[in-house]
T-cell receptor, first 110, second 116 residues
Framework: GDSVTQMEGPVTLSEEAFLTINCTYTATGYPSLFWYVQYPGEGLQLLLK?????DKGSNKGFEATYRKETTSFHLEKGSVQVSDSAVYFCALWDTDKLIFGTGTRLQVFP | GAVVSQHPSWVICKSGTSVKIECRSLDFQATTMFWYRQFPKQSLMLMAT?????????EQGVEKDKFLINHASLTLSTLTVTSAHPEDSSFYICSGQSTEPNTEAFFGQGTRLTVV
C-alpha cells in the first residue's frame, strides 16, 4: 500500500538557520501531498499542500515541491524562528484517507 | 480555513468508566470524520472512518466494541471509549472532511485521555 517516509528527528537548529525535512512517498498513482504541523498539546494544522507534480506549496515561509521523478516532497524554510519549533508530518491522500509519516520534531534555539 | 472543534481537550477518568469525546465541524459539513490515536512521540494511527448516517469503518486491530463511534449528523461525531483502562490513555484526534474528493481534512485540537 501507499506509504510516507520522513527523516527521523529531532532536528535541532539555531534561529535563522536553513531547514530541510526530507519526505519521500510510495504510491501507485499521483496523490495529493501535504505537510501538517503540530504544536505542543495541539492537534494538527495544515501547513501546505500540492496536488500534482511540480506544484509548489508554500505558507509562512515554508515551501515544498512535488517531485514525481524522485517521489519526494521535502519541506524547506530559509530562516527558522523559535516559534517554528513543533512536530512536522508529511502525508499523502490515499483514495479515502490520509497516510502520515512518523513525524519530525524540530527544535529551534535562539 | 474550516474549523473543527474537539471537546474536551483533556479528561481524566477511572478505570472501568466510559468517556465520550465530541468532534464538531463549525463552518462546514463533514461528510466524513476520521478518528486517530497518537502515542507519545509517534505518528497518528487511524482508528476508524465514519460517514454521516452509516456505521464506522474500523482499521485492523481496533476494537469496535471498545471504541464506539457515532456520526449522526454532518457536523457532529463522537468517540466513546468504553470500560477504559490505563492502556487506553493517549491523545485522540478527530478530523473532518467535506464531500469534495481529494481535499484537505481539518483537525480538531485533540483530547488527552488519562485513565487512572
Amino acid at each position: 500500500g501507499d506509504s510516507v517516509t520522513q527523516m527521523e528527528g529531532p532536528v535541532t537548529l539555531s534561529e535563522e538557520a536553513f531547514l530541510t525535512i526530507n519526505c519521500t512517498y510510495t504510491a501507485t498513482g499521483y496523490p495529493s501531498l501535504f505537510w501538517y504541523v503540530q504544536y505542543p498539546g495541539e492537534g494538527l494544522q495544515l501547513l501546505l499542500k500540492a496536488t500534482k507534480a511540480d506544484d509548489k506549496g508554500s505558507n509562512k515561509g515554508f515551501e515544498a515541491t512535488y517531485r514525481k521523478e524522485t517521489t519526494s516532497f521535502h519541506l524547506e524554510k530559509g530562516s527558522v524562528q523559535v516559534s517554528d519549533s513543533a512536530v512536522y508530518f508529511c502525508a499523502l491522500w490515499d483514495t479515502d484517507k490520509l497516510i502520515f509519516g512518523t513525524g519530525t520534531r524540530l527544535q529551534v534555539f535562539p | 480555513g474550516a474549523v473543527v472543534s474537539q471537546h474536551p481537550s483533556w479528561v481524566i477518568c477511572k478505570s472501568g468508566t466510559s468517556v465520550k469525546i465530541e468532534c464538531r465541524s463549525l463552518d462546514f459539513q463533514a461528510t466524513t470524520m476520521f478518528w486517530y490515536r497518537q502515542f507519545p512521540k509517534q505518528s497518528l494511527m487511524l482508528m476508524a472512518t465514519s460517514n454521516e448516517g452509516s456505521k464506522a469503518t474500523y482499521e485492523q486491530g481496533v476494537e469496535k466494541d471498545k471504541f464506539l463511534i457515532n456520526h449522526a449528523s454532518l457536523t457532529l461525531s463522537t468517540l466513546t471509549v468504553t470500560s477504559a483502562h490505563p492502556e487506553d490513555s493517549s491523545f485522540y484526534i478527530c478530523s473532518g472532511q467535506s464531500t469534495e474528493p481529494n481535499t484537505e481534512a481539518f483537525f480538531g485540537q485533540g483530547t488527552r485521555l488519562t485513565v487512572v
